[in-house]
């Protein structure tokens, strides 16, 4: 069965500065990967997602997330904070063939001025 | 789109009492699934339509629980006899086909319905 494990479940940024969100994968065939992002008093709404092509996988709001077979990972990165991007972000999985996504626990991003 | 809507947004009921919650979806997707989130959790799978017929259940889903989507349209989840563990929310998502019928990974979520059993 496939499953995501993400580290830390709050970070805390400066506005401006790097933000990094993990998520290391389990999965005994190539997955498919996702984040979703959900903010305050909203659904969540998907951010990007990886579906075999290109490795390095562009999403909205200037997110990106790269996938790293031999790490078994799908880190979000985005260069610089923003106030707007607190919000709880969610790394998801699923297979070729499944119709369904199994989510990891999240990880509430903050982000101070 | 008008987006997925879910109807109670909160329901706070006691326990051994049954319980109902709507989900109206976006339009022209076929694809109707629930989930559930408890605090400190992601959400967890429970069951998924393709029109009207469930096509997968999770082993989450009790007898106590059971879902319909007779038109292929709406959705309901139903509750029976329920206890404290069950409180949580209960999100609807839908999703429309990607090519060749496909699952395209993109759901789009309501804003869930908070349940509290007391």
């Known amino acids: 069965a496939q499953s995501v494990t993400q580290l830390g479940s709050h970070v805390s940024v400066s506005e401006g500065a790097l933000v990094l969100l993990r998520c290391n994968y389990s999965?005994?065939?190539?997955?498919?990967l996702f984040w979703y992002v959900q903010y305050p008093n909203q659904g969540l709404q998907l951010l990007l997602k990886?579906?075999?092509?290109?490795?390095l996988v562009k999403g909205i709001n200037g997110f990106e997330a790269e996938f790293k077979k031999s790490e078994t990972s799908f880190h979000l990165t985005k260069p610089s904070a923003h106030m707007s991007d607190a919000a709880e972000y969610f790394c998801a999985v699923s297979l070729s063939g499944y119709s369904t996504l199994t989510f990891g626990k999240g990880t509430m991003l903050l982000v101070s001025p | 789109d008008t987006g997925v809507s879910q109807d109670p947004r909160h329901k706070i009921t006691k326990r051994g009492q049954n319980v109902t919650f709507r989900c109206d979806p976006i339009s022209e997707h076929n694809r109707l699934y629930w989930y559930r989130q408890t605090l400190g959790q992601g959400p967890e799978f429970l069951t998924y339509f393709q029109n009207e017929a469930q096509l997968e259940k999770s082993r989450l889903l009790s007898d106590r629980f059971s879902a319909e989507r007779p038109k292929g349209s709406f959705s309901t989840l139903e509750i029976q006899r329920t206890e404290q563990g069950d409180s949580a929310m209960y999100l609807c998502?839908?999703?429309?086909?990607?090519?060749?019928?496909?699952?395209?990974?993109?759901?789009?979520f309501g804003e869930g319905s908070r349940l509290t059993v007391l």
């Open positions: 990886y579906t075999s092509a290109a490795t």
């Open positions: 999965s005994s065939v190539p997955p498919y």
């Open positions: 998502a839908s999703s429309r086909p990607g090519l060749a019928g496909g699952f395209t990974g993109e759901l789009f």
